[in-house]
């Protein structure tokens, strides 16, 4: 259990902590849990360990949870032959027997079969154990097959299926952005294999960049996240990909009405590859639709995943590289036409190596970069925008495991370059350029003093060279268990935010990451999450938490800044010393097993911001505020058919009305400045209609030449509520153009796997 | 099983059901808590006469506007120029609202000048302008299509009088109109074109415009708040739809009035999208006391040109 290894303390605190004793027992056994068919190792199996009593020696019965990594081990056990029975969602389960000699350190690694599909496919949370035996509050895991059972719009969606979760809202229906517990999508951090994607979206948003194929599992803390990240005030989305391990060549793929994708991983020599391809074809009914109306753009996205994975006794060494790209064009006749590319790029080494039966060190070489650039002539007028981000990453992580104490150390260097210029009209470009470096270290200790107790404790600290600025932030997680049934959980942890997205509504394709420089100071957060699960059985669990969020040295983007401002800072981009909060409480209720799965969640929150220099100094509700959310999600399996549907029901968006009209002339225009201006009322103190809507999907499986696949119809907003996204004034009239989100869109595609 | 099947049923119609509430109140839309707030509206020029002040109620966003049922009447205005120590009196005139100075007072640069409102009913409006300094734009060029050399001095007002719309002959989109100056010490600058030949044909005509979208296309029309760090104003193309005369003018603008155009949110034009929807649609700075509106100040420069279709 390397990767388990939570909870952090002070560098003193580590030091004492490796004289702890460590229960020196006879033996031992360790080894990995991983799937049979892919090889990726399998987090958080459920591990028992069984040895019947001999006539000359004790029985034993010890029963564990996997790491995150796949990884267990017992110590301290007595020689002699065991049982070991693992279990995982979606999988077979699998008894081995192994023979532990005295003293001796026995390796044992498990593979697991994937089920086969039915009943069990989306019964339990991959996280089961993860979650509810672990001390983290809230935090959700989600595997693969889970989230392909969500209904979604032609593709999974990774993203898109956490807006399903209480607390967690879309920005709007053509939005992966995430608002989850009253905080705005920049304060999430988004980790594609610990790398951070700063525009986790295609199609501006509409789908979110990871390829299905490739996801392995989603874990999302929506608070209180522990040491071992950080960087955002609120929440982190961490995607791993899965490790490639076929013994053969294999390969999956799937085609839809909006994109196709086609993943192959096998084995070369002892080593591993996995290549994946994804990319949109709307073409055709884009080109046919121009026909008519010039102005439709041309428009196209793809995304391509590849890893590399080597396996050396106790050495591992994973390659991967992300590239994704969104192109538009329009060209609506010789005088105007725009393009816009932007995207990401990633990669990634990473070392890792078993130093003892107790030691995991981890170290990482990565790059992410998000660029978006504009070319455009609007009407014989040149216009060029280019914007970007890349930072570099050294990271190192040492995880250490002794008697009650699971340790994680790490350190991370990270170089930054940010990039923003733009030209108009030819004059020569104006913008900013910043290289500032950031340097964090954690600690990280999850300590169990009794079986029953769990307390996870951490300290990161990071130093930003932009303002010389040396940060502490400490976290803590306890978790009690009251019974075998009821589970009691805590979490705290203070939180600053360095990097600050500027991003318009609905059009993700110019997000602009702006640092916090010297000019002010980087937000900062402080959470506290309190909560309680309850597990009637394997099938049903239940559970309440409660949250506040205090929120300090906020910014807000302010579009009062001049178009030609050449080398702005943050407090030229930002109205700045915001505070606010955000509290509320979350219930979730879940059946697991059977033929019928699903739960049903509902958020109750409140969310408030103060600025100064906004709404006359009154507080208000940010957009992202929603008192009530409600989600349900059901599921239905009777194979080969599967259906599943989800309904979302939420308070209204928050809105600014208009409180007034009134007449003041353009200086340049005089008095033949068209028309009357409309004034602004107090920020957001309207709401749009409630938001509900219903989506639905059946799926049912094939096979074809001895091949397994599945076809699927989706419908999303089956009933077409045409939901309110945003309200528009008119200057001219006193009417308002309400501005509607999607009608019902169906889908439909098949998937298939050789 | 027909139990489950009448439940299931009885699910969807409810769920179908909540698919019909789609329709918002207008006046959900509104919240007129600024109904009746004075506005004024005056723009000094520096080297003009003072201007009039135009004094109005905040009317319900949800009628349309009228000037006439805004205008303010029967208000005591004054406007003291500090520097001499000149206080000028207002008198109501026509359209309804409006006040005029009662005697001709040239506007001064780099100079602070203070209205006050005073209604019928006791209400007092106060706000205060300080003048930037002259504004005189030296040079007006057209550059090479990539804008790197000068190809051609234009003539100005200055030198040529009104025969400068003949000598500024220039083809549409062909080379970059640039303004050159020894740049005032203000924040920004704003430009206003006016295409002054009513009824003269567009320069371009796009495709994708319907009729009526050409129909609606203004002859004025003006920029953001523009910095000119380093004295130069270029001026797109994409401001230009007619052919014949135009006149162009550069505004340097005070800081009443920078402030109130870069936060209204019709023609903030920044980095952003501006508009009256979302965060964006916030209240604009007005540095107005007593009220809203705009009591600034500028200096201007301008210049005439004639632009021809392309060949």
């Not at chain 1, 874990?219 to 996240?225: D, I, N, P, R, S």
């Not at chain 1, 019928?596 to 408030?608: D, E, N, Q």
């Not at chain 2, 179908?16 to 005056?42: E, Q, Y």
């Not at chain 2, 162009?248 to 870069?262: E, G, I, K, P, Q």
Request: aromatic residues 10%; contains cysteine; neutral net charge.
């Amino acid at each position: 259990m390397f990767e388990r290894p939570v909870a952090g303390r002070l560098v003193a605190l580590c030091v004492a902590w490796v004289g702890l004793p460590c229960g020196a027992q006879a033996a031992s056994i360790s080894g990995l849990v991983r799937d049979a068919e892919r090889g990726n190792p399998l987090p958080f199996a459920s591990i028992v360990l069984h040895r019947n009593a001999a006539p000359d020696s004790l029985a034993y019965e010890g029963g564990k949870m996997g790491g995150r990594d796949g990884r267990y081990r017992f110590d301290g056990i007595p020689a002699g032959a065991y049982e070991i029975r693992v279990a995982y969602v979606a999988y077979r389960a699998r008894v081995d027997t192994v023979q532990v000699g005295e003293g001796a350190d026995a390796v044992h690694d498990i593979a697991l079969t994937p089920a086969p599909i039915g009943v069990e496919k989306i019964v339990v949370d991959a996280d089961r154990l993860g979650r509810e035996k672990s001390a983290q509050t809230s935090v959700v895991n989600l595997d693969m097959k889970r989230l392909a059972a969500v209904p979604s719009i032609g593709e999974a969606d990774p993203i898109r299926a956490l807006q399903l979760l209480p607390g967690v809202q879309a920005a709007s229906d053509v939005s992966s952005g995430l608002y989850i517990r009253g905080g705005g999508p920049d304060q999430t951090l988004v980790l594609l294999d610990d790398i951070t994607m700063y525009n986790p979206t295609h199609a501006f948003g509409f789908f979110s960049t990871f390829n299905p194929d490739v996801v392995d599992r989603v874990t999302l803390y929506k608070g209180a996240y522990p040491a071992d990240q950080g960087g955002r005030l609120g929440a982190v989305v961490d995607i791993k990909t899965r490790t490639p391990a076929a013994s053969k060549v294999q390969g999956a793929g799937s085609i839809s009405t909006i994109a196709s994708r086609l993943t192959l991983d096998g084995p070369i020599g002892r080593d591993h590859w996995l290549l994946s391809g994804r990319r949109s074809y709307l073409e055709p009914i884009l080109s046919g639709l121009r026909r008519s109306t010039p102005e439709v753009p041309f428009y196209n996205f793809y995304d391509f995943n590849a890893k590399y994975a080597m396996r050396r006794d106790n050495n591992w060494v994973d390659t991967e590289i992300y590239k994704g790209r969104d192109n538009l064009r329009i060209e609506p006749d010789r005088d105007t036409r725009l393009t816009i590319r932007w995207g990401n790029t990633a990669g990634a080494v990473v070392f890792s190596r078993v130093l003892s039966k107790d030691a995991l060190l981890k170290s990482t070489i990565s790059g992410s970069e998000y660029e978006s650039l504009t070319d455009a002539n609007l009407f014989n007028t040149a216009f060029n925008v280019t914007n970007s981000l890349r930072d570099l990453t050294a990271r190192t992580e040492l995880h250490l495991e002794r008697a009650t104490h699971a340790l994680g150390v790490g350190g991370q260097v990270s170089l930054y370059d940010f990039k923003f210029s733009q030209s108009f009209n030819r004059d020569k470009p104006v913008g900013f350029r910043s290289q500032p470096a950031e340097i964090a270290a954690y600690v990280d200790d999850q300590w169990t003093p009794q079986a029953v107790t769990t307390i996870r404790t951490g300290l990161r600290t990071r130093y930003i060279s932009d303002g010389k600025r040396l940060l502490l932030e400490p976290r803590l997680s306890v978790s009690r268990a009251l019974g075998d049934k009821l589970r009691l959980k805590f979490g705290s942890g203070v939180y600053n935010q360095y990097l600050q997205l500027v991003t318009t509504e609905g059009f993700s394709a110019g997000d602009l990451y702006v640092p916090i420089d010297a000019s002010t100071q980087p937000g900062r957060s402080l959470q506290a999450v309190f909560g309680a699960e309850y597990e009637t059985s394997p099938r049903y669990r239940f559970s309440a938490e409660t949250y506040y969020t205090r929120l300090t040295h906020l910014v807000e983007f302010t579009t009062k800044t001049v178009a030609d401002r050449d080398n702005f800072t943050a407090r030229d981009l930002f109205d700045t010393g915001g505070t606010g909060y955000a509290t509320g409480l979350e219930l979730f209720a879940e059946r697991r097993a059977g033929r019928v799965t699903g739960w049903l969640g509902y958020a109750l929150g409140w969310s408030r911001r103060r600025f100064d220099a906004l709404n006359g100094g009154k507080t208000y509700p940010p957009k992202y505020d929603r008192r009530h959310d409600l989600k349900a999600v059901l599921a239905y399996q009777r194979s080969p058919w599967s259906y599943s549907a989800s309904f979302l029901f939420a308070t209204g968006q928050a809105f600014t009305p208009a409180s007034a009209r009134y007449q003041v002339d353009d200086p340049a225009l005089g008095d033949l400045t068209p028309g009357s201006r409309v004034l602004a009322g107090d920020r957001n103190s309207s709401r749009l209609l409630p938001y509900h809507r219903m989506d639905f999907s059946v799926t049912r499986d094939f096979a074809l030449w001895g091949r397994s696949g599945q076809w699927f119809v989706q419908f999303f907003n089956l009933y077409s509520r045409r939901n309110e996204w945003f309200v528009q004034f008119d200057d001219q009239e006193p009417k308002v153009d309400v501005v509607r989100m999607l009608p019902i869109i169906p889908s439909f595609g098949a998937s298939f796997k050789f | 099983m027909q139990r489950r099947r009448i439940q299931a049923g009885l699910a969807t119609a409810f769920v179908l059901s909540l698919g019909c509430a789609t329709k918002h109140d207008p006046n959900d839309f509104f919240a007129p808590g600024d109904v009746g707030t004075l506005v004024v509206n005056a723009l000094l020029q520096v080297g003009r006469s003072l201007p009039p002040v135009i004094v109005s109620r905040a009317v319900s966003p949800g009628v349309e506007y009228s000037p006439l049922a805004a205008a303010e009447l029967q208000a005591t205005v004054r406007v003291r120029e500090l520097l001499r120590d000149i206080t000028v009196t207002y008198v109501e005139t026509t359209p309804p609202g409006t006040y005029v100075a009662s005697a001709p007072v040239q506007v001064l640069p780099s100079t602070t000048y203070e209205l006050e409102v005073v209604t019928a009913a006791g209400e007092t409006l106060r706000s205060q302008t300080t003048t930037p300094s002259r504004l005189l734009v030296d040079r007006w060029v057209l550059l090479d299509a990539q804008g790197q050399t000068v190809q051609r001095e234009l003539e100005t007002f200055a030198t040529a009088g009104d025969s400068v719309y003949q000598a500024n002959r220039l083809v549409y989109a062909d080379g970059l109109l640039e303004a050159r100056f020894r740049r005032p010490d203000v924040e920004a600058f704003q430009l206003g074109l006016f295409s002054i030949d009513p009824g003269s044909d567009f320069v371009i005509r796009p495709e994708f415009f319907s009729d009526e979208d050409l129909a609606n296309l203004d002859r004025q029309t003006s920029s953001p708040p523009i910095e000119g760090r380093d004295g130069t104003l270029r001026i797109p193309w994409f401001a230009f739809f007619f052919q014949g005369r135009h006149q162009l003018n550069v505004l340097a603008l005070d800081h009443n009035a920078f402030d109130f155009l870069r936060s209204v949110p019709q023609d903030n034009g920044g980095i952003a999208f501006g508009g009256t929807s979302g965060s964006a649609f916030d209240r604009p700075i007005f540095h107005v006391e007593g009220g809203i509106g705009l009591f600034g100040s500028a200096s201007i420069d301008s210049v005439g040109i004639f632009v021809l279709p392309r060949p």
